[in-house]
């Protein structure tokens, strides 16, 4: 059972390792079965951290493998699944399989399949490709990351992780393992691995360490080879309430105001990666208490929810969203999601289901709250039909949060103040970079929310066709806008000031 010890060095730099891993470790099926993990001592020593229930005897069988001396640590039972995922999520030779790809066995490599649900990190197969895909899976879980790219370039393949709306480059490896790990990224999510031409998308379901992860693949053809992103979907932490999301009261009362009406338009908008399709989810969960018909039509369906109908867009067979929006409103539902308002079609039918005793859920994609109506009338969507349809918009954007461990303050310069209009002498806080955070500085992302509730005077002001100037005025006279509510975070010590002037920026556009 030895492993023997690479001479060639790797020649890439896996950065994503925070430290380095024994030379000699237990294969992931005895310590999951037998319950036992090995470490290493600050002094050098090994340590093997033993399940409460574990059986003593297995500790002869591990002395034999290690063939070195080691202390023994018991641990609880409910402790044990968080150390076992937390060690074996990641593989420090990993970067030696980077450059020991061989020509000779891609075939081998793209011929094993890996079954759907089976846990990745109990495959017990050492091929390089298929152990270094899920350790950057494995990897990107650990840290958070929301999405992988994989991009390659004449001079080599680089792979990128998005953590906090932020993209690093986590890998690099020769260009001849683009084709290698791109295919059997293809076979695992049930793609042509033999069409290079076309843009795929597909799905693989998989379990880490016991926790269920849906990862969503899209490859795109480009000149060095096919380019794929991975989105990363935990579905244990996907369907948050309403009070998870970080709205104010204020807001938080306006959006469950609406929600408990009987029928109308609520809409979400934000630029792609807000947490629009998140916000829409948390909705859904305050109104799936079972007593109502609740369906959806989704591009795609993100995550299934128990009680809910959920239908796929499929623009190939006819199935766009104004085809599955007009089919579901025959199936007698009390509450309608659909992903996305892309088109008149779309829309003529959203507000003809409000009128017609429905609840509608939907995102647009503008600036800002009040751009939606301006959006809608582009449509040719009468205003009388919006003003009697509209409950409420909410605009938000997500913003990196700074870590509470290491944050820093101080002034901000004269320039920053005039930006924003600050006060002299406001105190603000920037990123240092800690343990904690991964020495990035931030840790995890906030969201910044500005909601309109419609009503009667805002009603007036569609029907008589005021601009976004004169509505915007009378919706935030007595609530932030997003400038307002990202400014509020940034005296908070909550994000940093050129995150604020950012988003302001955005608002401004």
């Known amino acids: 059972m030895a492993q023997e010890e690479k001479t060639n060095p790797a020649p890439t730099d896996f950065n994503m390792i925070a430290e380095p891993r024994l030379l000699v470790d237990l294969p992931y099926i005895f310590a999951n079965k037998f319950g036992y993990v090995l470490h290493r001592h600050e002094n050098g020593r090994l340590l093997v951290k033993m399940r409460a229930d574990a059986d003593p005897l297995n500790l002869l069988e591990i002395r034999r493998f290690v063939d ?30 980077a450059g020991a790809f061989d020509n000779d066995d891609d075939a081998q490599f793209l011929s094993l399949d890996l079954p759907s649900a089976d846990d990745l990190l109990d495959s017990a197969d050492d091929a390089p490709a298929i152990r270094l895909i899920n350790v950057i899976i494995a990897e990107a879980v650990r840290q958070g990351a929301s999405d992988i790219h994989i991009e390659p370039y004449e001079t080599g393949l680089v792979i990128r992780m998005r953590k906090d709306g932020v993209l690093e480059e986590k890998l690099r490896m020769p260009a001849h393992v683009a084709s290698v790990v791109v295919s059997r990224i293809k076979v695992m999510a049930r793609l042509d691995i033999a069409e290079r031409r076309v843009p795929q998308d597909g799905r693989i379901a998989i379990t880490l360490g016991g926790k269920l992860v849906d990862v969503r693949v899209s490859t795109l053809p480009s000149s060095a080879g096919e380019r794929v992103v991975m989105r990363i979907l935990d579905k244990e932490s996907s369907f948050i309430s ?49 007593s109502r018909n609740i369906l959806t039509v989704e591009d795609p369906v993100e995550y299934g929810v128990e009680g809910i109908g959920q239908t796929q867009v499929n623009a190939k067979v006819g199935m766009t969203f104004a085809a599955g929006l007009r089919a579901i409103l025959r199936q007698d539902p009390d509450v309608v999601m659909v992903g996305e308002i892309r088109d008149k079609e779309t829309a003529d ?100 929310f500005e909601v309109i509730r419609v009503d009667e005077t805002i009603r007036r002001l569609i029907n008589e066709g005021g601009d976004e100037a004169i509505i915007a005025r009378h919706a935030f006279i007595n609530r932030p806008n997003l400038s307002g509510a990202v400014s509020k975070l940034m005296r908070a010590g909550e994000i940093t000031l050129e995150d604020a002037i950012r988003i302001s920026r955005q608002e401004g556009e």
């Open 349 to 448: 039918i959203a507000v003809q289901a409000a009128l017609t005793g429905h609840l509608v859920l939907s995102t647009v994609h503008t600036n800002d709250a009040v751009g939606v109506i301006t959006r809608l009338r582009d449509m040719r969507i009468e205003p009388f039909l919006l003003a009697s349809t509209l409950r409420a918009i909410i605009a938000q954007r997500l913003v990196r949060r700074l870590c509470p461990d290491c944050k820093t303050s101080g002034q901000a310069s004269k320039g920053m103040i005039a930006l924003l209009g600050l006060d002299q002498g406001t105190i603000v806080h920037q990123p240092k970079g800690c343990p904690n955070c991964n020495n990035s500085g931030f840790k995890g992302r906030i969201g910044v």
């Open 68 to 97: 070195v001396p080691f202390d023994v640590e018991k641990v609880e039972i409910a402790d044990f699944p968080k150390i076992l995922s937390d060690h074996y999520a990641i593989d420090g030779s990993a970067a030696a399989m």
């Open 242 to 290: 309403i009070d998870l999301l970080g709205m104010s009261e204020d807001a938080k009362d306006i959006l469950t105001s609406a929600l408990s009406e009987p029928n109308g338009i609520i809409l979400v908008t934000g630029p792609t990666g807000s947490g629009k399709t998140t916000s829409l989810y948390a909705a859904l969960k305050y109104l799936n208490d079972g």
